[in-house]
Structures are given as structure tokens and as C-alpha cells.
């Protein structure tokens, strides 16, 4: 069993920057997909981000592409989500997620753990 635990999420301004932290237990994460996911109030969760396991692969939603950055290290297992230029559309609980699959999903069905969340608020 895999816990995921997020950090980082806070108030900001527009034009800001967050960085996300999502630390893993339970076992390592070799092999695993990691992503990043956001749900905005009486919104559907959509997908921000994902990395694979050995990082040759990365992708992001046009939404952020330029402005948010996903990255892991494999020794700490932990994954991280750079936000900059935060715009207040960007506000969400934001969710990271592993993947027992090899490859990029875009879909949360494709993810088999995830965190509990954390809070993102950009104010304009």
C-alpha cells in the first residue's frame, strides 16, 4: 500500500509561485507514474501534470504548459509541482497520484493511489 501526502498549497497573489510537494510511504515508487491533478469547486478533477518513473516522459495540460513545472526524486520518493505566474484560475485543491502503469495518463481512472489534497488560492 502506497500513502500520498501533499504539501505546499496555500494563498497567494496572482503572479505568484507555490511549489507542491508529494511525499510517498508504504514502498518505493520504482516504476510508478507520477501525476498531479487539480478539482476546482463544481468542477470535474482534471489533469495538470505527470512524470514517469525514469522522467524521460513528462506532459502537461495546455492550461499550465510554461508555467508549472513537475519533477520527482526517486532517492527522497517524493514528486513536486513548481507553480509560477499562478493566475486565479489556477485555484483548486490540488491532488498528486501514482500509477502502477509505465506510461503518461491523463485520466484519474489510470491512477491507483492518491493524496488527500491540498489547498491552492490565488486571489486577484
Known amino acids: 500500500q502506497v500513502q500520498l501526502v501533499e504539501s505546499g498549497g496555500g494563498l497567494v497573489q496572482a503572479g505568484g509561485s507555490l511549489r507542491l510537494s508529494c511525499a510517498a510511504s508504504g514502498r518505493t515508487l520504482y516504476g510508478y507514474t507520477m501525476g498531479w491533478f487539480r478539482q476546482a469547486p463544481g468542477k470535474e478533477r482534471e489533469f495538470v501534470a505527470a512524470?514517469?518513473?525514469?522522467?524521460?516522459?513528462?506532459h502537461y495540460s495546455d492550461s499550465v504548459k510554461g508555467r508549472f513545472t513537475i519533477s520527482r526524486d526517486n532517492a527522497k520518493n517524493t514528486e513536486y509541482l513548481q507553480m509560477n505566474s499562478l493566475k486565479p484560475e489556477d485555484t483548486a485543491v490540488y491532488y498528486c497520484?501514482?500509477?502502477?502503469?509505465?506510461?503518461?495518463?491523463?485520466?484519474?481512472?489510470?491512477?491507483?493511489?492518491w493524496g488527500q489534497g491540498t489547498q491552492v488560492t490565488v486571489s486577484s
Open positions: 512524470i514517469t518513473w525514469s522522467k524521460s516522459s513528462l
Open positions: 497520484a501514482a500509477s502502477l502503469g509505465g506510461n503518461i495518463f491523463f485520466v484519474a481512472e489510470k491512477y491507483d493511489y
